[in-house]
């Protein structure tokens, strides 16, 4: 197979698979803006040992709606909550509001934090959890809790001060026929894991039996798009879930369309995911749950209903969770031991390559921990991939070296068998077969290439640790574009450069004038791709031209003639 075929092939492949991904971000169909309650066909309840007897959880936004709240227990008043990397506004049964600090929504000086979850129309998004009772009354994430000063110390003011690890908010509910829950928010320092724990207390001289369920309901967020290439537009937007061993997620556009969700799990969890952040219900990790989609007033909500309980007159029983509020950081997920939550960086949809790309990140990171600048890290990392790869680019920039140096002979060959291609691949073979050449060296070093590639793409575009890290000089954003094109513009060079060391024999005209022109075709196209993307194919080219030129003054030394 010619090298030269098969770079073209790649490279407008490339070009194909964006231009791919922009029409189909144009076509697709418009989002809901219903203002109707809509909901997936109603669920089947699981059997005794999981989540027995599930009723529909309360819908709406109106306080006081539910079905499962009590008359006399209002919403209770939010609060605010302040730690060192998270400020979150909530209630006993919602978190209406969390901005993260140490992440500017842009990167101007004085831009203001990242809102991830908001009560606004056009950003809502928030986390909420309730009870369900079938014996009785039981608080819904509408009203219901109301939060207990008797548990607090006097002044507390929910701010994690100097020397303080945690922040503890309380809240009650006491039902009229003596029934409590008392739920607990803790936030602890530098942590975007939120621990929320339920315990319900039964006063009463009956059982009580009632489920949990816990909710992330949002409307899908505005993109910021930067060019006509912005990574962001590419990243996944949606939700997510992982139970019995599986990851899975679905597209705001697929959300009703691909069917309703019916999945029981214990130990996994549930999330909606963004360029960059996520939110996600992390439930106890050995109590049952029943996971569902569902859409209520133009909004997409995933669900997680239970563990159910039946709690003894006297008796008391107890649920745990973790919310996760804030950025796709690896270390951050990684030290939560949660199964399958790494698959939140969502690098790709495709296992393999999302193993991979995790493989990739880890030395990235291990290099920065070294270097202390994403830029430099990069190019480390493009460094250490050549040399991996090295003796398979030795092999391919050898047979390009060789086919370079009998160029002559092989154009020779092609003017006397004119257009009997029969004879001309059987001379073709003969002289390969004599100079000892591999023609498919110059092609197994890029096919083995592709997935690393397609890899680095995802891992550095999902990578939030990169997100406006700089570089040097004019390269402030990693995952901005370049604003002056000068990578895109050095990328041109060293492309045409790297094409005019390549052997030409046996392109036809047109491939001729197609090759010519991809190093225009790839420069405009990186023009629009983030500056970390571009600096890791500035490096690759930069390495790969002079490794092939030292390959090319090596073995091609003068031209073999007829």
Known sequence: MNQTRMFLLFAWL?????LWMAWDKEQAPALPATTTSTTVPAVAPVDASGVPGMAAVPTGSVPGAGPAATATTPAAAAVTVRTDVLEVVLDGGEVRQADLLTY???????SAPVRLFAQDAANYFVAQSGWVSQTGAAPSHQSGFALDRSALPAGADFKL???EEQVVVPFTWTGPDGVSIRRTYTFGRGDYAVQVRDEVVNGSGAPWQGFVYRQLSRVPRALQKSGPLSVEQYSFQGAAWFGAGEYDKRKYDDFIDDGPLNLQVTGGWIAMLQHHFFGSWIPQADQPALYTLKMVDGRYVIEAKGPSFSVAPGTN???TARLWVGPKLVANIQSQQVPGLERAVDFSSFSPMATLAGWLFWVLAKLHGMLGNWGWAIVGLVVLLKLVMFPLSTAQ???????????PRMAQLKER????????QSAM?????KEKINPVGGCLPLLVQMPVFLALYWMLSESVELRHAPWILWIQDLTARDPYFVLPVINVALMWATQKLNPMTGVDPMQAKMMQFMPIVMGVMFAFFPAGLVL????????GLLQQWWMVRKYSEEPVKA
């Open 417 to 424: 068998y004119g257009d009997d291609r029969q004879k001309l």
């Open 536 to 543: 890791y194919w500035v490096t690759n080219a930069g390495l």
């Open 14 to 18: 490339m070009v194909a698979t964006l």
């Open 161 to 163: 001060d100097p020397g």
């Open 317 to 319: 029983a107890t649920t």
């Open 429 to 433: 073979m003969e002289l390969y077969k």
């Open 397 to 407: 920039y050898k047979s390009m070296a060789k086919m370079r140096k009998f160029q």
């Open 104 to 110: 500017p929504s842009t990167a101007d000086e004085d």
